[in-house]
């Protein structure tokens, strides 16, 4: 008899897990797109199925992917983050994502709210340390900001930026990433994306 199996679906009829291949097939069958995978103890099923479908799936490399890869060191690990922000002005209507260099694939998005990038860059940062310690993930995270990079090693966001009512919403998300880095502790590499050698970070919105 065969070592039991736990299988995730992420995408198909009834996302869950399930401890049967059979159970498996009937959510996944005929469905378009059906996210799925086996793991072998229901402890990394669970784990595995309130985390994004990418972190664990191999997917095909797009045409922008194998362009990265050209660019990077042949020993350039691509499972990691990148984090990147866009303002439109600055202050102006900011956002920030995280996309997984593996696939592509971005993770989370923020925004927009006014503010400015360097506040955005900071936001991401923190936004992406929580989510790995909440999902119990080990990768580096890379940001192509240095003051981003220092504030955080300062856990302060050291904004000129004046705290009015149309940046009230902003600032409480600074107090709060500002909590989080001086209640938690992280092992998660912090890493500077090097522009000049690799091109743009892959997180970056092309509004240059």
């Known amino acids: 008899m065969g070592k039991k199996k736990y299988y995730v679906v992420w995408k198909g009829v009834t996302p869950g897990v399930y401890d049967s291949w059979t159970a498996c097939q009937l959510q996944i069958k005929g469905y378009k797109g059906a996210l799925y995978k086996s793991f072998d103890t229901r ?5 595995a199925l309130i985390t994004p479908p990418h972190f664990y799936l191999q997917a095909k490399k797009d045409t922008a992917n194998q362009s990265l890869e050209k ?16 303002c439109s002005g600055n202050p102006g209507p ?10 592509g694939q971005e993770i989370f998005h923020f ?20 989510l790995l310690k909440q999902k119990d993930i080990q990768m ?14 300062q856990k302060k966001c050291k904004t000129k930026l004046e705290r009015t009512t149309q940046t009230e919403e902003l600032f409480r998300l600074i107090e709060r990433a500002e909590k989080w880095l001086q209640e938690n502790t992280y092992t998660t590499p912090l890493l500077k994306w090097e522009t000049e050698k690799w091109g743009e970070i892959p997180a970056d919105f092309g509004r240059k």
């Open 43 to 47: 402890e990394e099923a669970e784990k």
């Open 71 to 86: 660019r990077l060191p042949a020993d350039f690990d691509l499972n990691c983050l990148a984090v990147d922000a866009a």
């Open 94 to 103: 900011m956002e920030y994502r995280g996309v997984y260099l593996m696939t």
């Open 111 to 130: 925004g927009p709210v006014y503010g400015t990038n360097n506040i955005g860059e900071f936001l991401a940062i923190v936004h992406a340390l929580a």
């Open 140 to 153: 580096p995270v890379y940001s192509d900001s240095r003051n981003a990079l220092i504030w955080i090693k």
